[in-house]
């Protein structure tokens, strides 16, 4: 059985740990398997670029960030447009049949399912793994590097709160998620944020400046806000996506940190500043939790190879690893629900979501 594995786009801490399990599964139960890495992501299935590998090249990798592949962002919205004479779609295919691949398992995140979905509807026999620090893809409730990046930022909100208490600032905490909140939500719980703004809850700038003044005026010495980078004010919903977009390339501001950041200047006596936290939300190694997340997750990719369960996503549901048709999976990305019980409650506790 000839196995074929790739990583694609953004990368995240448990992409090695996710591979270990899925490759380690198979060779317990087969001693035929063969192993190809495409590396860098669908780059390397579209241009041969690949290595037959080993069990061995998996063995130590369980506790290591990054990807041993390399990773490749190929925006969807592009592998059906024919460049300079070059087909993306057919190069795939056409590498999958040289190599006589029995199934191609890809690591990834909604733009990497899409394409692997469109491999899968053009005869390919595909498998996927839940890969994203945002947390949106459907059909999962979890992905593998979602909990990692949140004790990333988690740590980063705790460290915000020493520097914020002994100067007395207001310090915004710039998180990744350009239109799904899960990440800055869950951090800014647990970093003890006072306002968590997501891109699912537009805000209002009056609403957050009243709270952060009566928070002050109470005694409280510092602030922390926990910022999705994809938050938009409920003035710019009534704005259509181009006039949007003209509006933020007048305003000049670097991200919705710096953006905010001046908003609020106008509205508060008090020393603002801005942290973003960028893409150590995707360094480092994987978090204990992350390390028995993608073992598991592994495993179920291996036992749908080896039943030939093809055109399926493993997924996550109510703590049990199952799978689900790769048609689910690319159905509209999961975003964080206003009405969700976990909304209620952030407010019960007295936090902020701006609105």
């Known amino acids: 059985m000839r196995v074929g594995i790739l990583t694609s786009g953004g990368d995240c801490q448990a992409l090695n740990a996710t591979m270990r399990g899925l490759v380690k599964a198979l060779y317990q139960q087969r001693k035929d398997i ?27 990798i369980l506790n290591v960030g990054g990807t ?20 993306k779609v057919e190069a795939m295919k056409k590498t999958y049949k040289k190599l006589k691949l029995d199934c191609l398992v890809v690591l990834g995140g909604n733009g990497s399912h899409k394409t692997a979905n469109l491999l899968s509807e053009k ?63 869950y951090s800014g719980i647990a970093g003890k944020a006072d306002v968590i703004l997501i891109p699912e809850i537009p805000y209002n700038i009056e609403k957050i400046s009243q709270y952060i003044k009566d928070k002050l005026k109470n005694g409280r010495k510092h602030i922390i806000l926990a910022v999705a980078e994809g938050i938009i004010s409920q003035e710019e919903t009534k704005l259509s996506k181009k006039e949007l977009k003209q509006k933020r390339v007048k305003d000049g501001y670097i991200s919705a ?13 008090g020393e603002v500043r801005v942290v973003v936290l960028g893409h ?16 598991r997750i ?30 689910t999976a ?12 976990i909304i209620r409650q952030v407010r019960m506790l007295g936090i902020c979501l701006g609105d």
Not at 68 to 87: A, H, T
Not at 280 to 285: L, S, W
């Open 123 to 185: 005869g390919l026999n595909i498998v996927t793994l839940p890969k994203t620090i945002d947390n949106d893809i459907n059909g999962t409730d979890m992905t593998f590097g979602f909990q990692s990046a949140i004790d990333i930022a988690t740590r980063t909100l705790d460290e915000l709160h020493t520097t914020a208490k002994s100067h007395g600032r207001i310090m915004i905490a710039e998180i990744m998620g350009n239109k799904a909140g899960w990440l800055t939500l």
């Open 257 to 269: 940190g710096y953006r905010l950041e001046a908003e609020l200047s106008e509205k508060i006596d």
């Open 280 to 295: 150590i939300q995707r360094g480092g190694n994987p978090c204990a939790f992350d390390r028995v997340l993608t073992s």
């Open 68 to 87: 041993i592949l390399g990773s490749s962002r190929c925006p969807f919205k592009k592998m059906r447009v024919i460049e300079d004479g070059f087909d």
């Open 298 to 327: 592994g495993v179920k990719g291996a036992e749908l190879i080896l039943n030939k369960q093809y055109g399926r996503m493993v997924a996550v549901q109510s703590n049990n690893i199952t799978s689900v048709p790769l048609s």
């Open 330 to 341: 690319v159905e509209k990305p999961k975003r964080v629900d206003p009405n969700d019980e």
């Open 34 to 60: 063969e192993i190809i890495g495409f590396l860098k992501g669908y780059q390397g299935l579209m241009y041969e670029k690949y290595k037959k590998m080993s069990l061995s090249d998996f063995e130590d």
